[in-house]
């Protein structure tokens, strides 16, 4: 087996990945009843020791219901006819989701209203006050 390549620093190894071939349901003819074309790729994340914390961390957030309760990352795979393709599939995902949870996000600057953008709103607030005030009855003592 050998190394997949996630970012210059994260390495990780083809043993820590599991293969399990099922029967699909999807395209195949009468071979879709005999031939288990469909794959459902495991990665234990949370004994992964090529995986630094926080990409664990982001990770689980980026996957979702894909994860297991045990820190289980299964990929299922049955949108082709045979087993290699389901197989690429299945590891390219893989790689994509593992790449996406590898990029830090850019953390967010706090920005504050222009002295413009809060005049625009205040007049905006006393228009809206000036028309609800023309909706409003009439008194018979405010004539």
């Known amino acids: 087996m050998g190394l997949i390549k996630i970012t210059n620093q994260i390495v990780v190894d083809e043993a820590d990945l599991e293969e399990k071939f099922v029967r699909s349901s999807g395209p195949g003819g009468q071979n879709v009843n005999k031939v288990s074309t469909a794959v459902q790729l495991r990665f234990d994340v949370e004994n992964s020791p090529s995986l630094p914390g926080a990409v664990k961390v982001r990770l689980k957030a ?59 709103r205040l007049e905006e607030k006393r228009h809206r006050s000036r028309i609800k005030q023309t909706r409003r009855s009439v008194k018979p003592d405010d004539e």
């Open 62 to 120: 980026l996957a979702g219901s894909r994860m297991t309760d045990e820190g289980v990352l299964v990929i299922d795979a049955r949108n082709h006819r045979t087993q290699s393709q389901n197989r690429k599939e299945a590891r390219d995902r893989l790689l994509e989701l593992l790449q996406e949870a590898a990029e830090e996000p850019t953390p967010r600057k706090k920005t504050q209203p222009s002295k413009r953008a809060k005049e625009k």
